[in-house]
């Protein structure tokens, strides 16, 4: 019975503060050499009328160093310590790099956005195109030269499928759809056969404008190209309309504004003359109205196509359109602040 009492202190006492220690406590206490499990083996010496009482309290010996072991086994093992590195929470966090708009996206978003504030609706469609949407409804004859102007990619098998030359197939299709009043604009992506050079790609992007009504007059086209020119590139803007020609316009017209390089004092980019084209634009031809049902005694209209490659390079003084379609890191990241 003494052992007993001596014992349970020691059980008491023993300190657990690592897993070493709590495996010597195992050993101690309740393994096969314990001293727990030797007065268990030796309960048949113990006389008969203190065996009963014995063997309950050495049984709850083992019992009360079974619960400390476990005891002290889950506070262990919830401690799980930590090194410097894991805990450090000023460590700054790695830097997570963020991509930005393309430059083409951004002047196409700005030039859209400008429209829409004066009530254009933006219009989207196929960039493979069937021949009517592309140049029959738009009074391009068959076999007419004026279809070299745009230097087509056709599909071989299908001759009557083209990749559009322009986005002004939109505009057919607008018409054809909507009924006037008319207020569209078509940004897309256009291909052209055309040599790469620093001033010309195959690939490139245009905003197309289409306004149908009745009474509507050249001077409306005009003021609303100003505004556009003004929004664009600031309030002085100056720009100018030369005649031109276009198969679905008459009047036809180019716009140029002045050169944002050089200020107008002349350089290589407007070829020292002060001016940059940067849009066709003219009257829907009659012909056209009615090829998409409209009637062209009641209504008039004007269209207008932007070239946002010749845009864009104005507007961030870049001197080579390849840039825009090579994709270099180094140069897409000088837009990342820019915004629209
Ligand atoms: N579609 C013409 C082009 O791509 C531009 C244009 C549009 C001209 C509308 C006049 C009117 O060159």
Redesign the pocket.
């Known amino acids: 019975m003494k052992n007993i009492e001596d014992l349970r202190n020691e059980i008491q006492q023993f300190k657990i503060s690592n897993a070493e220690e709590l495996e010597q406590f195992r050993v101690n206490f309740l393994s096969k050499k314990s001293e727990i499990q030797a007065m268990l083996a030796n309960i048949k010496n113990v006389v008969a009328e203190q065996r009963r009482t014995f063997g309950q309290q050495v049984n709850e010996l083992k019992q009360m160093a079974q619960q400390m072991f476990e005891e002290n086994k889950q506070k262990l093992e919830n401690s799980v310590v930590y090194t410097q590195s894991e805990t450090d929470l000023t460590r700054p966090a790695a830097a997570v790099e963020t991509g930005s708009l393309h430059p083409i996206s951004l002047v196409m978003n700005e030039v859209c956005s400008i429209f829409e504030n004066i009530g254009f609706t933006v219009v989207d469609g196929p960039e493979v195109e069937d021949d009517w949407h592309v140049f029959s409804a738009l009074n391009f004859p068959e076999e007419h030269p004026a279809r070299d102007m745009?230097d087509t990619f056709f599909i071989d098998v299908r001759p009557d499928i083209v990749l559009r030359?322009?986005?002004?197939s939109l505009q057919v299709r607008a018409m054809e759809k909507q009924k006037p009043p008319i207020r569209v604009i078509c940004p897309g992506r256009?291909f052209r056969n055309e040599v790469i050079t620093s001033r010309s790609h195959c690939i490139f992007h245009?905003v197309?404008g289409l306004y149908i009504a009745e009474k509507v007059s050249f001077a409306d086209m005009k003021q609303t190209l100003l505004y556009f020119a003004r929004k664009m590139f600031g309030e002085e803007t100056k720009i100018r309309l030369r005649p031109s020609y276009?198969p679905?316009?008459e009047p036809?017209a180019e716009m140029d504004i002045e050169c944002k390089i050089c200020g107008g004092k002349g350089c290589s980019v407007c070829k020292h003359s002060g001016w940059v084209e940067v849009?066709?634009?003219?009257m829907v031809d009659p012909n056209v109205l009615e090829n998409c049902n409209i009637d062209s005694k009641k209504y008039t209209g004007y269209?207008?196509?932007i070239g946002i490659e010749r845009m864009t390079m104005l507007k961030y003084k870049t001197n080579d359109i390849r840039l825009f379609f090579e994709n270099d890191i180094r140069f897409l990241q000088q837009f990342q602040s820019a915004s629209f």
């Open positions: 745009q030359t322009h986005t002004s256009v245009q197309e276009f679905f316009t036809s849009l066709g634009c003219g269209a207008f196509g």
